[in-house]
């Protein structure tokens, strides 16, 4: 599928295309926003007009509290205003994403909820369990659990598989840390074959990039 900046028609992209956007994997908080912000998008390009805009270089997003130098050749969704959501070639294929989640506010799927001065490795089994629970995640497969800095505070890198249903096997990478009344997330997940391994490299650079305000 190919998405044009500032509401442009699509150009020979068909019905059948489009509507893999609306099977896009779940996320670990918020599926169930992400999946009606899909539809959203299906509907806005079924009818000519999808709410992207491509990207290059800074980013600020100062009501979410954070920076980060953005990819060419990537498109930002306009009609997500609490999270940085980009992808390339759809998010059914791939995409990235950064947000963050409020200390004390409960989690989606276990109904747990994050809290000061925990370890990263405890927000990380934490992130885990939410993942776990997720009954739209089938067969998750943790590949790595590793503390990590991010944006120069102590957090954690996961690496995990899943399946959906009726989709390919997909791949998360997901870099976590908690800081002050907030923990962030900067996650990339995509098709484990052919499109994860193929736009990791870009993903890593914009998660190098990434800082607080």
Same mark, same amino acid.
């Given at each position: 599928?190919?998405?044009?900046?500032?509401?442009?028609?699509?150009?020979?992209?068909?019905?059948?295309?489009?509507?893999?956007?609306?099977s896009v994997a779940p996320l670990p908080r918020k599926d169930t926003?992400?999946?009606?912000?899909?539809?959203?998008?299906?509907?806005?390009?079924?009818?000519?007009?999808?709410?992207?805009?491509?990207?290059?270089?800074?980013?600020?997003?100062?009501?979410?509290?954070?920076?980060? @130098? +953005?990819?060419?050749?990537?498109?930002?969704?306009?009609? /997500?205003? !609490?999270? *940085?959501?980009? #992808?390339?070639?759809?998010? @059914? +294929?791939?995409?990235?994403?950064?947000?963050?989640?409020? /200390?004390? !506010?409960? *989690?989606?799927? #276990?109904?747990?909820?994050?809290?000061?001065?925990?370890?990263?490795?405890?927000?990380?089994? /934490?992130?885990?369990?939410?993942?776990?629970?997720?009954?739209?995640?089938?067969?998750?497969?943790?590949?790595?659990?590793?503390?990590?800095?991010?944006?120069?505070?102590?957090?954690?890198?996961?690496?995990?598989?899943?399946?959906?249903?009726?989709?390919?096997?997909?791949?998360?990478?997901?870099?976590?840390?908690?800081?002050?009344?907030?923990?962030?997330?900067?996650?990339?997940?995509?098709?484990?074959?052919?499109?994860?391994?193929?736009?990791?490299?870009?993903?890593?650079?914009?998660?190098?990039?990434?800082?607080?305000?």
């Open positions: 599928m190919v998405l044009h900046r500032h509401c442009e028609r699509l150009q020979g992209a068909k019905q059948s295309r489009l509507l893999e956007i609306a926003l992400f999946h009606a912000f899909a539809i959203v998008l299906l509907l806005g390009a079924l009818s000519g007009c999808a709410d992207w805009v491509q990207v290059e270089g800074p980013y600020r997003m100062d009501s979410q509290g954070y920076e980060a @130098s +953005l990819p060419a050749g990537w498109r930002r969704a306009t009609t /997500v205003s !609490d999270s *940085l959501l980009l #992808t390339r070639d759809g998010v @059914s +294929l791939q995409y990235m994403r950064i947000e963050r989640v409020a /200390v004390g !506010d409960e *989690l989606t799927h #276990t109904k747990k909820k994050f809290a000061k001065r925990m370890s990263p490795q405890d927000v990380a089994e /934490v992130e885990l369990e939410e993942v776990r629970s997720d009954q739209g995640m089938r067969n998750v497969e943790l590949l790595e659990n590793a503390p990590l800095q991010v944006a120069g505070f102590p957090g954690f890198k996961l690496v995990y598989t899943f399946k959906i249903e009726g989709g390919p096997r997909l791949k998360r990478v997901h870099y976590g840390l908690l800081v002050r009344d907030w923990v962030y997330r900067v996650q990339y997940q995509a098709a484990a074959k052919y499109y994860f391994d193929k736009d990791l490299s870009t993903f890593e650079r914009v998660r190098e990039s990434f800082r607080l305000l």
